[in-house]
C-alpha cells in the first residue's frame, strides 16, 4: 500500500487549482445557458423572445405588430405533453411555422399568458396566448375569443402586418 503525503504548500495550491477548475466550470455553464438565444426569426424578422415579465410581453406583441392590455386576462400553467397526440402534432406544426418547437419542451410544465388584443383589426375579440418557459417565449398563438376555432401563428400575423 502506497501512502502519498502532499506538504502544506502543495496541498493549498492543488485546493486552489480544484476551486479555481470548478469556479471556471460553472461560470462557463451559466454563460452558456444565460445566452440561450434570445432571439427567434419569424419570417425574415429577428423577434426577442424574452418574457421575464408583462412589459417584456408587451413587447414581443409590438415587435409582431400587435398591441396588447398591460396585464394578462389569465395566467396558467400547462403542461407540453410527453408524447403528441394528432392535435398536438398540427399544433407543434403551427409553431415550427414561427421559428419555435415543442418538441424540445416535452414532459416540462410551462406558463400560458393570455392576452386580450387592442388593435383595430383583431378590437378585443382576439387573444394573445404566450407560452413561456425559464423567462423565454417557447411558443404561442393568436385565437379567436371564445373558442370559435380561428387560430393564427406568429409568422401569419407578421406577414398579414407587413402587407399594409
Same mark, same amino acid.
Given at each position: 500500500m502506497t501512502i502519498c503525503f502532499l506538504s502544506r504548500k502543495y496541498s493549498k495550491i492543488l485546493f486552489a487549482?480544484?476551486?479555481?477548475?470548478?469556479?471556471?466550470?460553472?461560470? #462557463? !455553464?451559466? $454563460?452558456?445557458?444565460?445566452?440561450?438565444?434570445? *432571439?427567434?426569426?419569424?419570417?425574415?424578422?429577428?423577434?426577442?423572445?424574452?418574457?421575464?415579465?408583462?412589459q417584456q410581453h408587451k413587447a414581443f406583441a409590438r415587435q409582431l405588430g400587435l398591441e396588447t392590455a398591460d396585464y394578462p386576462e389569465m395566467i396558467q400553467k400547462v403542461r407540453i405533453p410527453q408524447e403528441f397526440n394528432g392535435l398536438?402534432?398540427?399544433?407543434?406544426?403551427?409553431?415550427?411555422?414561427?421559428?419555435?418547437? #415543442? !418538441?424540445? $419542451?416535452?414532459?416540462?410544465?410551462?406558463?400560458? *399568458?393570455?392576452?386580450?388584443l387592442q388593435n383595430k383589426k383583431f378590437s378585443g375579440e382576439y387573444l394573445l396566448n404566450l407560452m413561456v418557459f425559464r423567462d423565454r417565449i417557447i411558443g404561442g398563438d393568436v385565437s379567436k375569443d371564445k373558442y370559435k376555432g380561428s387560430i393564427c401563428s406568429f409568422s401569419d400575423i407578421l406577414s398579414d402586418n407587413s402587407e399594409r
Amino acid at each position: 500500500m502506497t501512502i502519498c503525503f502532499l506538504s502544506r504548500k502543495y496541498s493549498k495550491i492543488l485546493f486552489a487549482v480544484f476551486a479555481f477548475f470548478l469556479l471556471a466550470v460553472s461560470f #462557463l !455553464l451559466g $454563460f452558456a445557458a444565460s445566452h440561450q438565444s434570445r *432571439y427567434v426569426c419569424i419570417g425574415e424578422k429577428n423577434i426577442c423572445i424574452s418574457a421575464a415579465d408583462p412589459q417584456q410581453h408587451k413587447a414581443f406583441a409590438r415587435q409582431l405588430g400587435l398591441e396588447t392590455a398591460d396585464y394578462p386576462e389569465m395566467i396558467q400553467k400547462v403542461r407540453i405533453p410527453q408524447e403528441f397526440n394528432g392535435l398536438y402534432e398540427k399544433y407543434n406544426n403551427l409553431q415550427k411555422n414561427s421559428g419555435f418547437d #415543442l !418538441l424540445t $419542451f416535452r414532459g416540462k410544465k410551462c406558463t400560458l *399568458y393570455t392576452y386580450r388584443l387592442q388593435n383595430k383589426k383583431f378590437s378585443g375579440e382576439y387573444l394573445l396566448n404566450l407560452m413561456v418557459f425559464r423567462d423565454r417565449i417557447i411558443g404561442g398563438d393568436v385565437s379567436k375569443d371564445k373558442y370559435k376555432g380561428s387560430i393564427c401563428s406568429f409568422s401569419d400575423i407578421l406577414s398579414d402586418n407587413s402587407e399594409r
